[in-house]
Every structure is written in structure tokens, then in C-alpha cells.
């Protein structure tokens, strides 16, 4: 029985990648460890509530006494925890710094006095920075551009250290933009569905050339399990999509799953320091047997009708964020 301690498993990919587990392995014992922040939602994990395989515990990554004790019962971690969204760390860096710094910190010293087997650490393509041509090996430097992704890369550097120091069994992950169910609507594509939905305007920054590699967020997590069953201890491995694309075609493309006018289309003021491309080399993990399933017409329509069915869901949150929402559109979504 493998025994994973799940941080975040209450936000957007920590939640998809729970429900894999438990729906593809019959052997396993999952622990959530989630601060339920604005991000975090229990009702991503409502449907597994009643599988004794799973518990969650309400606490944060940050809290040494919590994690001890969570630590002593696991023998693998996997680490989504994080602050997660670039535009909140370009208002206030402070708990960026907090939690995916010193929180993967704690983790990691956790993990060293109780040995655990394994500590899948989940980082970001973001921490290579922007590349206009080519594409990001592994092995390449870090360069980060905000703090969201500097904090990410902080934290990843970490976690390598305590590799070659302490030899500690880690393992990394950088994967590309995640989309699909359970996204907080804050993130592009979530967000323009739920606006072109209420048919409210859809900020596009700058000139919406900006270019993104997309994978759908099962692809991701078959793609973690993947480096977590036959991923070389020490090692980190790029997880992309395949999918490169321009901000604006996704746009027109969500309008137009949804039927809406391309004139719901709102060009405004661009992100400060916004990495123009992102792009990974995946022959590594690729060499491990794993390719991504969901072709992006197929995952987009997926998302598209998730969000339509799941209205609850998403009208809940976004009207519990009215208040951040008024402050952020002074600051960015004001027009050009
Ligand atoms: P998310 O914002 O949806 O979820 C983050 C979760 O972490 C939330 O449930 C939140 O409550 C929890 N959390 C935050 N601070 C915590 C703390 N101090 N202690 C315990 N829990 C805490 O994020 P996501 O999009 O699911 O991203 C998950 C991970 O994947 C992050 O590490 C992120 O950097 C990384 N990542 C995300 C993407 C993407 O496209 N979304 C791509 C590459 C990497
Ligand atoms: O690349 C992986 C990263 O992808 C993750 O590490 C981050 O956690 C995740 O938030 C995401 O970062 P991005 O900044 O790429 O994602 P976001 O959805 O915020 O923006 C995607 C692109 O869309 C980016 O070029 C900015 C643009 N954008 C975004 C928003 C929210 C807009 O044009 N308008 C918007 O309102």
C-alpha cells in the first residue's frame, strides 16, 4: 500500500490528480493536506468523500508541527502546494514567498527526519523564464520574471539541494499551462469561459500574441504518476502539452464553443514583465513511456462543457471574489 501525503489537493490540479490516483490505483492511501485558501475548495473533492483511501486535513504547509505528524504516516509526498496565480504576486509577493519557499522548506525537513521513499515536488515551466525561439531542456538555467515563478524557482532549488546534500529521494516537475475541470476562475481560460458565459467583457493583455503551451490537467497528473513510478530519483522532468498557442486564438476559440460575438473581446493594459513565450523540450519524459492523451479541440470542448454544467460551482467563487476583482481591475484590466 502506498501511503501519499497530497499537498494543495484541494486546488485545481492537486484535486484532478487525487481522483487519478484513487481511480487508477487500488493500493493507495491518500492524506490532502490543504490551508483552504481563496484557491482551495473541498468541493473539488466532494465526490470521494465517502473512499476510506482518502482523508484531509486542514493545515499548511508552513506549520512544522502539522507537517511532522502528517509526514510520519506517509512513505511518498507529492507537492502541489502553492501560491499559484502571476497577476496576485505582481499586487503582493509576501505569501508567495511564504509558501512556496519557506513552505516547501518545512516539507522538505520534514521529509528528511521521517524518510520518506519519495518527494515529487510539483514546480512550473515559468521558473526557465520566456524564450522566443527553441524550446526549455531540463537542464537549462532558471531564469523567473515574477514572483510567482521566482518564488516557484526558489523552492525548486531547494528541493535539488536536498538532493545532493542530504540525498534525499526527490523528484521535479515542470509542467506547462494546465486547463480542465475545477480551475479557479482567475486563470485565462476559466475565466473567459465564465465571462463569455455572463457575456461580460474578456480582458485579453496586451497585444494577445502572448504564447502559452497548453495540457490538459489529466495528461499532467498521468504525467506526475508517470515520474513517480519510473522517474530517476534526483532527476526533473518537463511535462508539455504539445500545444503552443497564441492567447488570442484561445480566446476566439472559447467564444466561439460557446457561440458568443468575437466583439466580447477586450484588449487591455499588459501584465507587468509578461514572459512573451513559454516552451519545454518532453523527450525526457517521453523516454519514460508517457505522451499526452488530449488532443486541444478535444480538451478545450471538454472544459467548455464543464463549465456550463458545473454553474454552481463557479458562480459560488466568483462572487466571493468580487472584492479582489474591483481592486485588480483598477490595476490591470483598465483599458489601454
Ligand atoms: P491552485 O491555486 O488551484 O491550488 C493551490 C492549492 O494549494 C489550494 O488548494 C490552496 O488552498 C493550497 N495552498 C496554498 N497555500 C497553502 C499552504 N501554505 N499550505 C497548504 N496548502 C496551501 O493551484 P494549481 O493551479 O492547482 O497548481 C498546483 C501546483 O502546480 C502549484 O505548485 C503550481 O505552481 C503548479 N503548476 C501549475 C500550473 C497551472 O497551469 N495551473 C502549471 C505548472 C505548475
Ligand atoms: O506555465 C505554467 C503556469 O501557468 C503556472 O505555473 C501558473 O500557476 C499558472 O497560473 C499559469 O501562469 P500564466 O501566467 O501563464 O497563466 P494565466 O492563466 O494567468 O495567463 C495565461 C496567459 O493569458 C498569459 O499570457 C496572460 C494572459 N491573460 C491572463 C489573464 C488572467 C490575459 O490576457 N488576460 C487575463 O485576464
Same mark, same amino acid.
Given at each position: 500500500?502506498?501511503?501519499?501525503?497530497?499537498?494543495?489537493?484541494?486546488?485545481?490540479?492537486?484535486?484532478?490528480?487525487?481522483?487519478?490516483?484513487?481511480?487508477?490505483?487500488?493500493? #493507495?492511501?491518500?492524506?490532502?493536506?490543504?490551508?483552504?485558501?481563496?484557491?482551495?475548495?473541498?468541493?473539488? @473533492?466532494?465526490?470521494?468523500?465517502?473512499?476510506?483511501?482518502?482523508?484531509?486535513?486542514?493545515?499548511?504547509?508552513?506549520?512544522?508541527?502539522?507537517?511532522?505528524?502528517?509526514?510520519?504516516?506517509?512513505?511518498?509526498?507529492?507537492?502541489?502546494?502553492?501560491?499559484?496565480?502571476?497577476?496576485?504576486?505582481?499586487?503582493?509577493?509576501?505569501?508567495?514567498?511564504?509558501?512556496?519557499?519557506?513552505?516547501?522548506?518545512?516539507?522538505?525537513?520534514?521529509?528528511?527526519?521521517?524518510? #520518506?521513499?519519495?518527494?515529487?515536488?510539483?514546480?512550473?515551466?515559468? #521558473? =526557465?523564464?520566456?524564450?522566443?525561439?527553441?524550446?526549455?531542456?531540463?537542464?537549462?538555467? &532558471?531564469?523567473?520574471?515574477?514572483?510567482?515563478?521566482?518564488?516557484?524557482?526558489?523552492?525548486?532549488?531547494?528541493?535539488?539541494?536536498?538532493? #545532493?546534500?542530504?540525498?534525499?529521494?526527490?523528484?521535479? $516537475?515542470?509542467?506547462?499551462?494546465?486547463?480542465?475541470? =475545477?480551475?479557479?476562475?482567475?486563470?485565462?481560460?476559466? &475565466?473567459?469561459?465564465?465571462?463569455?458565459?455572463?457575456?461580460?467583457?474578456?480582458?485579453?493583455?496586451?497585444?494577445?500574441?502572448?504564447?502559452?503551451?497548453?495540457?490538459?490537467? !489529466?495528461?499532467?497528473?498521468?504525467?506526475?504518476?508517470?515520474?513517480?513510478?519510473?522517474?530517476?530519483?534526483?532527476?526533473?522532468?518537463?511535462?508539455?502539452?504539445?500545444?503552443?498557442?497564441?492567447?488570442?486564438?484561445?480566446? !476566439?476559440?472559447? @467564444?466561439? @464553443?460557446?457561440?458568443?460575438?468575437?466583439? @466580447?473581446?477586450?484588449?487591455?493594459?499588459?501584465?507587468?514583465?509578461?514572459?512573451?513565450?513559454?516552451?519545454?523540450? $518532453?523527450?525526457?519524459?517521453?523516454?519514460?513511456?508517457?505522451?499526452?492523451?488530449?488532443?486541444?479541440?478535444?480538451?478545450?470542448?471538454?472544459?467548455?462543457?464543464?463549465?456550463?454544467?458545473?454553474?454552481?460551482?463557479?458562480?459560488?467563487?466568483?462572487?466571493?471574489?468580487?472584492?479582489?476583482?474591483?481592486?485588480?481591475?483598477?490595476?490591470?484590466?483598465?483599458?489601454?
Amino acid at each position: 500500500m502506498q501511503k501519499i501525503l497530497v499537498t494543495g489537493g484541494a486546488g485545481f490540479i492537486g484535486s484532478n490528480f487525487v481522483r487519478y490516483m484513487l481511480n487508477n490505483y487500488e493500493n #493507495v492511501h491518500i492524506i490532502v493536506l490543504d490551508a483552504l485558501t481563496y484557491a482551495g475548495n473541498r468541493e473539488n @473533492l466532494n465526490d470521494l468523500e465517502s473512499d476510506p483511501r482518502y482523508i484531509f486535513y486542514h493545515g499548511d504547509i508552513t506549520d512544522r508541527k502539522v507537517v511532522n505528524n502528517l509526514m510520519s504516516n506517509v512513505d511518498t509526498v507529492v507537492n502541489f502546494a502553492a501560491e499559484t496565480h502571476v497577476d496576485r504576486s505582481i499586487h503582493k509577493a509576501g505569501e508567495f514567498i511564504n509558501t512556496d519557499v519557506k513552505g516547501t522548506f518545512e516539507l522538505l525537513e520534514a521529509a528528511k527526519t521521517y524518510k #520518506v521513499e519519495r518527494f515529487l515536488h510539483i514546480s512550473t515551466d515559468e #521558473v =526557465y523564464g520566456s524564450i522566443l525561439d527553441g524550446s526549455f531542456k531540463e537542464t537549462d538555467p &532558471l531564469e523567473p520574471n515574477s514572483p510567482y515563478s521566482s518564488s516557484k524557482a526558489g523552492g525548486d532549488l531547494l528541493v535539488r539541494s536536498y538532493f #545532493v546534500t542530504y540525498g534525499l529521494p526527490v523528484l521535479i $516537475t515542470r509542467s506547462s499551462n494546465n486547463y480542465g475541470p =475545477y480551475q479557479y476562475p482567475e486563470k485565462l481560460i476559466p &475565466l473567459f469561459i465564465t465571462n463569455a458565459i455572463d457575456d461580460i467583457p474578456l480582458p485579453l493583455y496586451g497585444d494577445g500574441k502572448n504564447i502559452r503551451d497548453w495540457i490538459y490537467v !489529466e495528461d499532467n497528473c498521468s504525467g506526475i504518476d508517470a515520474v513517480l513510478q519510473k522517474g530517476e530519483i534526483g532527476q526533473t522532468y518537463n511535462i508539455g502539452g504539445g500545444n503552443e498557442r497564441e492567447n488570442i486564438y484561445i480566446t !476566439e476559440k472559447i @467564444l466561439d @464553443l460557446l457561440g458568443k460575438p468575437r466583439s @466580447l473581446i477586450k484588449p487591455v493594459k499588459d501584465r507587468p514583465g509578461h514572459d512573451r513565450r513559454y516552451s519545454i523540450d $518532453t523527450s525526457k519524459i517521453r523516454e519514460i513511456g508517457w505522451k499526452p492523451e488530449y488532443d486541444l479541440q478535444d480538451g478545450l470542448k471538454a472544459t467548455v462543457d464543464w463549465y456550463v454544467k458545473n454553474e454552481a460551482w463557479w458562480r459560488q467563487i466568483k462572487e466571493k471574489s468580487e472584492a479582489y476583482k474591483a481592486f485588480y481591475d483598477v490595476q490591470y484590466n483598465n483599458n489601454k
